[in-house]
């Protein structure tokens, strides 16, 4: 305790110095927790978007993931149905579970039949209130601004197209679509004019072609039925949505569950390629996984399924946090470098100028354990203060931070998140770089101790 009482001693008696070294520390600890509770909600915010879209798991026909998208027929589960009754009543899983919904991926090509123009499109067959219910899903309190699916309410036959599949359709107009180059008008053919009769005929033919609803414009899809056939139906778009990628912008529509069932599989028994399953918390995907896996062993083994992670069908999400971990451990190296060569300068300075003091300890006593003791208490009450100043000054700022109203879109997405950064709450991010610092603090006073620990108590005397 008489340690502790000297080091403070010691710090007061040169404030300036010391509440520069202070500063130095509070900065570096600020920055890496602010930070950190910044990619934390990124991460989380990302989690969240994607649980949404996906689920927690989706349940497919074996190697559908790898191989699927170039023949999703193929890849159908015929007895879906029973597959979800299944779950929902599973004493093990029906507790956990938010939402279990059929999906059904497709590929054709959408054409503007109208317009002479086609464009390929990769589709998905959803039911629309379980997506929407599964949009509300939110663990960790990222108050997303997903808003209802526009498909909320619509005929059957409508479906929601990527802007850029718009653009190249020519459904600008009907659709808003902003930066659309108006589409050059169609060259009349020349020549003698054609009998009464055929002209009339002509306009007949053009006046039956449909026309653009107050809602959206007609386009047609063909299509790949069960047998390799083609088949065509007629759509009613009803919106053009930004995708946030241009790949996917390009490609995307979504469509009732019913029409693209129809689409593939015709007078036939409907099937889906895939099985979604949102959790009420990500923390239950491992139990959830263990009672699927079993389920899939024993009651559906001889229907050829697996289970599909979300981690999995988002690559960019484990890509993310392997990024964002990368730049924290940068960050906190190189603030852990800059706290080492400040609080080190500083006990040298102060072995500098405590010298005769040193050889006046060691003269009545005082060993060499003491004299290096002294010094490190002192760094380590650096590394305490500093923490404890820094964890307060990260959790007022945090807290300014997430009430400003400021908001984000994650990569991929349409719609924004609030901007937060998690300070409060994460205890082991406070509690790591805590450690991290007084550790930093302690072993960089360490080298100065050591050597104030083995000077010569006569020349430390005579130092002038």
Request: hydrophobic share 45%; glycine share 10%.
């Amino acid at each position: 305790m008489k340690t502790f009482s000297l080091a403070l001693r010691n710090l007061l008696r040169n404030r300036r110095r010391s509440l520069t070294t202070l500063l130095a520390m509070i900065v570096g600890l600020v920055a890496i927790l602010l930070f950190g509770g910044y990619s934390r909600n990124v991460i989380l915010a990302m989690q969240t978007g994607y649980v949404q879209l996906h689920g927690h798991f989706q349940i497919q026909r074996k190697d559908y993931f790898l191989y699927g998208s170039g023949n999703p027929a193929a890849y159908g589960l015929p007895d879906y149905q029973r597959l979800i009754d299944t779950i929902k009543r599973d004493p093990v899983l029906s507790p956990m579970l938010t939402m279990v919904t059929p999906k059904l991926q497709l590929s054709g090509i959408g054409g503007n039949f109208s317009a002479g123009v086609s464009k390929t499109v990769l589709a998905s067959g959803i039911v629309v209130d379980d997506q929407n219910k599964m949009r509300a899903w939110d663990d960790y309190g990222s108050m997303s601004f997903a808003r209802p699916l526009a498909l909320t309410g619509t005929a059957p036959d409508a479906v929601v197209v990527g802007t850029g599949v718009a653009r190249i359709l020519q459904l600008c107009g009907p659709l808003k679509v902003p930066d659309c180059r108006q589409p050059e008008p169609r060259r009349e053919a020349t020549g003698p004019s054609a009998p009464d009769d055929i002209a009339a005929l002509s306009a007949m033919e053009k006046a039956s072609e449909p026309q653009a609803g107050a809602q959206g414009t007609t386009i047609e899809m063909l299509a790949a039925n069960l047998h390799g056939a083609p088949n065509v139906a007629r759509l009613n778009v009803v919106k053009a949505e930004n995708q946030g990628l241009k790949e996917a912008d390009d490609v995307f529509m979504i469509m009732h569950l019913s029409q693209a069932q129809r689409l593939i599989y015709g007078s036939e028994a409907p099937q889906v390629t895939a099985i979604q399953l949102q959790l009420q918390h990500t923390s239950q995907m491992p139990a959830a996984k263990a009672r699927l896996d079993e389920l899939l062993a024993t009651t559906f083994k001889d229907s050829s399924l697996e289970v599909q992670a979300f981690q999995t069908l988002a690559p960019i999400y484990g890509q993310t946090i392997q990024f964002f971990n990368s730049v924290f451990g940068f960050i906190a190296t190189l603030i852990g470098v800059i706290v080492l060569f400040t609080v080190g300068n500083t006990m040298s300075m102060a072995v500098v100028e405590r010298t005769v003091e040193i050889g006046t300890l060691r003269a009545i006593g005082q060993r060499r354990g003491g004299i290096r003791r002294l010094f490190m208490c002192e760094g380590m009450m650096l590394g305490v203060i500093g923490s404890i100043l820094g964890v307060a000054i990260a959790v007022l700022l945090s807290t300014l931070i997430n009430h400003s109203g400021l908001t984000w879109t994650p990569p991929g997405y349409v719609y924004a998140y609030p901007v937060k950064t998690r300070v409060w709450g994460e205890n082991g991010l406070m509690l790591g770089s805590v450690i991290g610092l007084i550790v930093v603090a302690i072993v960089s006073a360490w080298w100065p101790a050591n050597r104030a620990s083995k000077m010569v108590i006569v020349d430390a005397l005579r130092h002038v």
